[in-house]
């Protein structure tokens, strides 16, 4: 029996076997907790494969997804699109606008249907702020599908952020409600955790647009940046309220943590505009100069 070849099998499986099981997996951790079977045998089977899961998965990720990364990569750059998509960091930004303004879309439709269901205004006006997010994120979408002149740019990053301010209100009305609320509503394992994944997410997909998209110096693809940075904080803060509800019952302990939290959130939200405002004024004003000159 050839037992390099299969423990070599066993830890560099096919890239399909490794998404099921990982998807496999998630599911039935998730139904192991929700369903109270951890103290089961059947919890350490899953366990078991999980682990295993997340092994191959680390090991993929790390060895075998950089080298088909770039074989993908190269086939792609051959092609007009291809090429113009590795090339072109506006075209790039404004390809990934579409998927992640349907899944902001999504997680509002998400947060109205739960907020119906639990009768939670904290919810229904996540969802509220959400779609007003979206708006604006369309709103930026239809910008970059033109071609501008560096002014009007700036004057559509200037227009992103008195936007941001004016949604900024909605959110300190909802922070406001939820810290006078008396009986907040308690929701499902299951909310708690589709509202964690999509934290997660939006997090991760910030910080990578960070670093993806510092060395470009475009007032576009700036504010596409600023806006998912916001519905990254907005969806801490959520997860937050909803974590805090869920497993604490100190009714003044929740109401510091979204004081303190709600004001930091809403500060830097502030803030951000407000340096988009200023920065984008004083662009459009010299390039007025330089144009009258």
């Known amino acids: 029996m050839d037992w390099k070849r299969i423990g070599k099998q066993l830890l560099f499986p096919p890239g399909w076997l490794i998404a099921l099981l990982s998807v496999c997996s998630a599911l039935a951790l998730a139904c192991v907790f929700l369903k109270g079977w951890d103290k089961s045998p059947l919890a350490g089977v899953v366990y078991g494969i999980a682990f295993y899961a997340l092994v191959v ?11 088909r990364y770039r074989a993908v990569k190269g086939k792609i750059g051959r092609t007009p699109l291809g090429h113009r998509y590795l090339t072109d960091a506006v075209f790039k930004a404004r390809v990934w606008l579409y998927p992640a303004l349907m899944i902001n879309l999504g997680y509002s439709a998400f947060n109205l249907v739960s907020g119906v269901r639990y009768s939670s205004p904290w919810l229904g006006g996540v969802a509220v702020y959400y779609i007003l997010l979206s708006v604006i994120r369309f709103l930026l979408l239809r910008s970059m599908g033109r071609e501008q002149r560096v002014i009007r740019q700036y004057k559509r990053y200037r227009l992103t ?58 007032s576009l693809l700036s504010a596409a940046k600023v806006i998912r940075l916001t519905a990254a904080l907005v969806s801490m803060l959520s997860l937050e309220a909803t974590m805090i509800v869920q ?6 302990f929740r109401r510091l943590m979204l004081i303190w939290t709600g004001a930091g959130v809403c500060a830097a939200i502030v803030s951000m505009s407000v340096y988009m405002i200023v920065r984008s004024t004083r662009a459009i004003k010299r390039l007025q100069g330089d144009f009258t000159s």
């Open 247 to 252: 497993f604490g019952d100190d009714t003044v």
């Open 57 to 67: 998965g680390c090991i993929f990720v790390a060895a075998v997804l950089p080298r």
């Open 161 to 218: 952020a008195v936007l941001m301010l004016l949604v900024n209100l909605t959110l300190s009305g909802m922070i406001f409600q939820m810290i006078l609320c008396q009986q907040p509503s308690v929701y499902s394992d299951t909310y708690v955790i589709a509202s964690a994944a999509y934290t997660f997410y939006t997090l991760t997909v910030s910080i990578v647009d960070v670093v993806r998209y510092r060395r470009y110096q475009n």
